[in-house]
Every structure is written in structure tokens, then in C-alpha cells.
């Protein structure tokens, strides 16, 4: 625990608006959610859809101002890296922690590898180097490669009983290749989320990330950040829209046409909390999320840990039928409304019990770091 250093608070803003969010879609208070707060089915995009993309983006836009300023106070590129080395690992484990509770032998046996605290650690790794050993131009061309490759691979190499350019859960190339190295370790039977080849392309998702962080350490004006921003995000977007015709948008897979479309977005957002606070003065609004935002890893740790814990505390439903504590509360404090209510009552009031701790830390300045 150290005290923060100097930071952008539209930055902190930004990252806080999304962990908040990802922790209300995260917590249903029962099956039944609102479709803005569930994953689209497999193609398509809901607002859900929008966390993931956006806290790497947040990743890559973060690091490019970490490692500007220590840089400026005479830190060594191979300093930083041992440190990137020691944080990716550190981020990889805890993603490995969460996946391995509640550590029976069963468990244990069929953890999970990878998942979203993994695929963060890889695209921060790497998304420190291209920052710290690459120029802009070498980061734009590895865009392109991931975004361009990663598509020709999808659509272009047979999978043994599916054939070529199959995208469906079973037969997209994506999917083979977790099945041929993690079998028994996966998110589902026949595919994971989070897999081996579709962080090529999450991997591209920081690296615009980096490009954003290095405009909003440029030489331009407030405005002209903003202006930029929202051209950017403009341009990611259709163009994203665009290759969704042939490459459709699937957050599953992380489609280049997914990774552009959540690229514009996240630019356009951005752009925005930037215009509010930096350049309006327009900050009080966002007190809230900057809670979230100085203490995000924290943040997503922590609400997955116990909504973990929550489905081990076994209740029954007042149907009689099996439930654990989460449907519970759900249905004795929020039973009188529509079941798409109560489950969103009840996210709502456990992401502000997550405010009201980290409030605390906020207040008594405990930032946790890794």
C-alpha cells in the first residue's frame, strides 16, 4: 500500500465508470438480467460487451503515463522492465487464485489458466514493451498485423471437421487450438473466452490504448486532444463496423472487428470525461467512479472473490428449490418487483457496498498497488 502518485483524473474517472460497471454486470441478483447487462448471446455487442475492451484500453493509456514520467526522473529501461516482469506475473497469479478457489482436490485438478485477470497481465506485458522499446509508427504497424493476422488466420486455416472460416462456438480455429492445449482447463467444454490466440488481437486493444496515452502526452492543446480523440474514435468505430460485415463483432472470439468497434468507443468516452474535468473543471460528478478508479485491481479482485464465497453459502429459494446467499437477498429484499429488477437491486446494492469500502481506503489514502 503506497500513497498515489500524480495522476489524469479523467483517467481515473474513465477506469472508475468501468469498474463500477463491470462489477453491477458481474452480480446479478438471479438468472434474470436487463439485456444491456448481459454478453450478447455470441455475435452482436451490448453495453457488457464494452468492460473488458475498455479496462485494457484504460491499461495501455495508464503504463504510456507510468513509464513517461519515471523515465523523466532517470529510470532505466531495464529497471522497468524487471518491474513489468514482477506485475505480470503477480496479475497472472491472482487470476489463477481466483480461478482455483475454492481449492478442493476437484477443482484443483480442472483450474482454469487462463481468464480476465490472465489475459490483462499478458496485454500489460506486452503492451510495455511495444511502449517501452518501439515508436509510434512500430506500434501502429503491430496493430495492424494483429488486427490483419489474426483475422487471416480465423478466417483462412481449416479446423480439422469444420473446415474453413467457421466462426461458431465448436469450430472457429480460436476455439481448436484452447481445445488442443487446454483441455479440461477452459472457461466452457468446447471454448474459452479468454483463450490462447484471441489475446493476439486483445493485445492489439492495449496497444491503441498506448497510442491514446501517448496523444494525451503530447505537445497539443487541451482541445485539440479532445478533437483528435473523437476523430480516432470515429474512424475505429466505422471502420470497425465496417469488417463486421465479413468479420463479425464477438467479444468471445475478440473479432478485429470487435477490437476497432470498443476501440472507438473507449476514445469516444474518454474523450468526453477528458472535455468534463480537464478542460470544463467539471469534476465533482465524477467523485464516485475515481473511488473505483484509484483502486481498480482491488476493485475486481475483491467483488469476484466474494460473489465466489456467496455462491458457497448454500440457501434455499423461497420456491423451496437449492440457492446460495446472492439469490437469496435477492428475492427477500427485492422480492416484491419484476425479477429483472431485483436482480439488478441487487448489483446495484452490491457494487455500492464496494464503494462504501473503498471509500474507506480512499479517505485514509491506501492505494493498493501491485
Request: hydrophobic share 55%.
Amino acid at each position: 500500500m503506497q500513497e498515489r502518485s500524480e495522476r489524469l483524473l479523467s483517467l481515473d474517472v474513465f477506469r472508475g465508470i468501468t469498474i463500477a460497471f463491470m462489477i453491477i454486470v458481474n452480480s446479478p441478483g438471479n438468472d434474470t438480467a436487463y439485456w444491456p447487462l448481459d454478453h450478447a448471446a455470441w455475435n452482436g455487442l451490448t453495453p457488457t460487451d464494452l468492460v473488458f475492451p475498455f479496462f485494457v484500453f484504460i491499461v495501455g493509456v495508464s503504463l504510456a503515463f507510468s513509464f513517461r514520467r519515471r523515465l523523466e526522473r532517470g529510470e532505466t529501461k531495464s529497471a522497468l522492465m524487471v518491474q513489468v516482469f514482477k506485475r505480470t506475473l503477480v496479475i497472472f497469479g491472482l487470476g489463477l487464485l481466483l480461478n482455483a478457489f475454492p481449492f478442493t482436490p476437484q477443482h484443483l485438478a480442472a483450474i482454469r489458466i487462463l481468464g480476465v485477470l490472465q489475459r490483462i497481465a499478458l496485454c500489460y506485458f506486452f503492451s510495455s514493451v511495444f511502449f517501452l522499446f518501439t515508436n509510434i509508427a512500430v506500434q501502429l504497424l503491430a496493430i495492424l498485423v494483429l488486427v490483419i493476422g489474426y483475422w487471416w488466420l480465423m478466417m483462412h486455416v481449416p479446423v480439422p471437421g469444420f473446415g474453413v472460416g467457421n466462426l461458431t462456438k465448436e469450430g472457429n480455429l480460436a476455439a481448436y487450438i484452447d481445445r488442443l492445449w487446454l483441455a479440461g482447463h477452459m472457461y466452457r467444454p468446447v471454448y474459452d473466452p479468454e483463450g490462447l490466440l484471441s489475446t493476439l488481437p486483445a493485445i492489439a486493444t492495449g496497444l491503441i490504448g498506448n497510442l491514446a496515452g501517448n496523444w494525451l502526452l503530447s505537445g497539443w492543446t487541451k482541445a485539440q486532444k479532445v478533437t483528435g480523440m473523437i476523430q480516432a474514435g470515429l474512424i475505429f468505430w466505422l471502420a470497425g463496423v465496417k469488417w463486421a460485415v465479413w468479420f463479425p463483432i464477438n467479444k468471445a472470439l475478440w473479432t478485429s472487428s470487435y477490437v476497432l468497434v470498443t476501440a472507438g468507443y473507449a476514445l469516444l468516452l474518454l474523450s468526453a470525461c477528458y472535455w468534463l474535468i480537464e478542460i470544463k473543471g467539471y469534476r465533482r460528478w465524477g467523485k464516485f467512479f475515481e473511488v473505483f478508479g484509484v483502486n481498480a485491481i482491488a476493485a475486481y479482485f475483491l467483488h469476484v472473490f466474494f460473489l465466489k464465497v456467496q455462491n458457497l453459502w448454500l440457501l434455499p429459494r423461497l420456491d423451496g428449490s437449492p440457492g446460495n446467499i446472492r439469490i437469496y437477498l435477492s428475492e427477500h429484499v427485492f422480492g416484491w418487483t419484476t425479477p429483472q429488477n431485483a436482480s439488478l437491486g441487487y448489483a446495484l446494492l452490491y457494487t455500492l457496498f464496494w464503494f462504501f469500502f473503498l471509500w474507506v481506503l480512499y479517505r485514509k489514502r491506501i492505494f493498493i498497488k501491485i
